[in-house]
């Protein structure tokens, strides 16, 4: 299966709701070209955030359990150096960084008509994903029944998606549908419809609720990402 590529112009808001929103996942092209953040590169971010604390993980299934807080700088330092592949899991907002805030602008197709804040705190589920070649997320569905969308600033992101309905195929997320090997002795993977594609900077993707997604970083790769609620389905959630 392929992904539908879709420029903002294309898209209007009404074929968004009518053809994507909770349905499927697209890329979005041409919306990222007026952020700030949009020129942004290794070297710019070392200069001028390298002191920020920011959260890091392992790209496995045990390590987005375990996080570690360490300087930007420090992660940026070992980038070529990362064996143990530890991907930069940056939730800016959780860390009171909010001035970060101002350097995108989430296109309004993932903003009219949602709720995204955290019930316990309050705040808003933002995140930079600063990650080494090969560094990634396992196989998972978002957190929550929320959708999100991510925008590659700098390098390039492989993805592979599945409907919910290919849940009894795999293994609840214990397979790294990246790696033959693993693939082989789970031959119930087989009988699910893969949707693979590369984003590459400055495109978007929407990942609807309760999709399956891994994701890997071909190259040196910054993302920004936000999760979210559309607001009828929150209501929904709550009776
Ligand atoms: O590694 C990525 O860019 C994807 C992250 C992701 O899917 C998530 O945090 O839910
Ligand atoms: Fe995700």
């Known amino acids: 299966m392929t992904i539908d590529r879709l420029t903002i ?3 209007s808001y009404d074929l968004f709701v009518s053809e994507y929103a909770d349905k499927k996942p697209f890329i979005l092209t041409g919306a990222m070209d007026h952020w700030e953040c949009r020129p942004w590169t290794l070297e710019y971010i070392d200069e001028h955030y390298g002191d920020r604390m920011v ?4 790209s ?4 987005v359990k375990t996080f570690k807080q360490v300087k930007l700088s420090n992660y940026i330092e070992y980038i070529d150096q990362n064996d143990d592949k530890w991907y930069c899991d940056w939730n800016f907002t959780q860390l009171n960084q909010n001035d970060l805030d101002l350097v995108y602008s989430a296109p309004e197709y993932f903003t009219k008509d949602t709720l995204r804040a955290d019930e316990e705190t309050g705040r808003d589920w933002k995140w930079f994903f600063l990650g080494s070649k090969q560094t990634g997320t396992p196989l998972h569905q978002d957190f929550n029944n929320t959708h999100a969308w991510n925008g590659v600033i700098f390098g390039e992101k492989e993805w592979i998606f599945y409907h919910p309905d290919d ?3 795999l293994y609840e997320g214990n397979i790294n549908v990246f790696d033959e090997k693993d693939i082989e002795q789970k031959p119930l993977v087989q009988k699910a419809s893969p949707i693979r594609f590369r984003q590459k900077a400055g495109e978007i993707i929407y990942a609807p609720r309760h999709w399956w997604h891994q994701v ?3 190259e040196h790769t910054l993302a ?3 999760n979210f609620w559309f607001t009828g389905e929150r209501l929904a959630n709550q009776i």
């Open 216 to 218: 890997e970083n071909t």
């Open 9 to 11: 112009n294309e898209l």
């Open 55 to 58: 959260t890091i993980r392992k």
């Open 167 to 169: 849940s009894p195929y």
């Open 224 to 226: 920004v990402s936000e």
């Open 60 to 63: 496995d299934i045990e390590g």
